[in-house]
Every structure is written in structure tokens, then in C-alpha cells.
């Protein structure tokens, strides 16, 4: 599948370094998301972008910085890291937000370990 | 805030067994979406549902939304080693109108 892509896949950080994780959907969607998912816990929607604009930010600490330049491309900052923020990032993707239409199409993750 | 809980966390079975995973939410919901979770991948959606009551089949997985719109689940028949994974609903309800996850039913199959 090929519908939304995220690089790097895997990355390894120290708690000082500035790093940025990048998502591209070629499916035409108006919508955007990226996930938490760490082990034991559920799936953690931290920021969701509608035609470009931010809707949501689940009180998501600001050393996570999002960044949505156009509807097919989505950022995630990442500045000052700690240890607890090792997990796997997934972006997903949909033609709507909020409807029942909300089909989300997600990436296959980039895994951050934070040392 | 909305939550949805899915149990049980774990089932492992020998292969050719059934195998059921129950999805439920502490709101109505306007529908809910099933997906599919491989070792190491990433979330795949297999099915909405929207309807009171409804049900729909894939094969062998056949799903129900409740007749309250509540609670969902999702059942395999005859498992094969291809089902393992991790099976989550999502529901969509609540005043905010979000989609909420549950922690997901992670199936292992002794072949």
C-alpha cells in the first residue's frame, strides 16, 4: 500500500536533538492525523488538520509541533524529547472529517526511540 | 469524555476455532469502524457500520453493531494463521463528535 507514506520509518533520537517526521497521502483527502500508539495503550490521536487548518490538539505538549503546509503533506516537529516518548508515530489520512463518511487510511508508522 | 472499551485484550486459539472481540462504548454512537492490525504493521480499516442492528459479513469475519448503537462485535470463523493481529474498533459519538479507539484484542493462532 502506498496510499500514505511516512519517512523516516525507524529513528533514534537523543533528548537534546531537533528531528522532523513527514507524511505524504496521494489519495486527494481533505483530512490528516498523526497517532500516538505505544505498547499497552490504546491509539492516541494527538493532532488532526482539515484543509490545512488544525482542529484538534489533544493537550498534546508543545515539544510536538505540527505542521500541515498543504492537504497532502503533514509534519511532526520534535524538539526536547524525553524517554517516554518512544512509540510508534502513525499518519493516517481521510477524504472527510467528522462525517460518517471517515474512513481513515493510515501510514505504516515511523518508530522513535527517544535515548 | 466518550469511551470505548473492547475485550478481551488477548485471545489465543488453535487454529480452525472461532474467535469474537467485543467493542463497547460508554456513549451512543453514530457508527463504528473495525481495523485490522498486523505484527509490525500498521492499522488497516475493514468495515464501517451505521446502522441499528446492522450486520455485515467479510467471508469469514462477520460483524454487528447493536441495536442501541452501544456496543459492536466482531467474529471470525474458523481462524486461520493469516487472522493474527490486532483487531480494533473505533467509534464515532459523543457532544465532540470524535473517534474514539479502543486498546484493541490482539489474536495469536496456534496453527
Known amino acids: 500500500e502506498t496510499g500514505v507514506t511516512q519517512t523516516p520509518r525507524h529513528l533514534v533520537m537523543g533528548m537534546t536533538n531537533k528531528k522532523s517526521l513527514k507524511c505524504e497521502q496521494h489519495?486527494?483527502?481533505?483530512?490528516m492525523y498523526w497517532y500516538k500508539q505505544s505498547a499497552k495503550k490504546p491509539l492516541e490521536l494527538m493532532f488532526v488538520y482539515n484543509f490545512k487548518e488544525q482542529t484538534e490538539n489533544n493537550s498534546v505538549p508543545s515539544r510536538f509541533s505540527p505542521e500541515c503546509p498543504n492537504s497532502s503533506h503533514l509534519f511532526l516537529h520534535l524538539h526536547t524529547l524525553q524517554p517516554e516518548d518512544s512509540a510508534l508515530y502513525l499518519c493516517a489520512s481521510s477524504p472527510v472529517i467528522a462525517t460518517v463518511e471517515e474512513t481513515q487510511y493510515f501510514g505504516p508508522g515511523t518508530r522513535l526511540l527517544v535515548l | 469524555g466518550q469511551q470505548v472499551m473492547q475485550i478481551p485484550q488477548y485471545q489465543h486459539v488453535q487454529e480452525g476455532e472461532d474467535f469474537t472481540t467485543y467493542c463497547n462504548s460508554s456513549t451512543t454512537l453514530s457508527n463504528i469502524q473495525w481495523y485490522k492490525q498486523r505484527p509490525g504493521g500498521h492499522p488497516v480499516f475493514l468495515i464501517q457500520?451505521?446502522?441499528?442492528?446492522e450486520v455485515k459479513k467479510q467471508k469469514r469475519l462477520t460483524f454487528q453493531f447493536g441495536e442501541a448503537k452501544k456496543n459492536s462485535s466482531l467474529h471470525i470463523t474458523a481462524t486461520q494463521t493469516t487472522d493474527v493481529g490486532t483487531y480494533f474498533c473505533?467509534?464515532?459519538?459523543?457532544?465532540?463528535?470524535?473517534?474514539?479507539f479502543g486498546k484493541g484484542t490482539l489474536l495469536t493462532v496456534n496453527p
Open positions: 489519495l486527494g483527502h481533505n483530512a
Open positions: 457500520l451505521v446502522k441499528s442492528g
Open positions: 473505533a467509534g464515532r459519538g459523543g457532544s465532540n463528535y470524535k473517534l474514539t
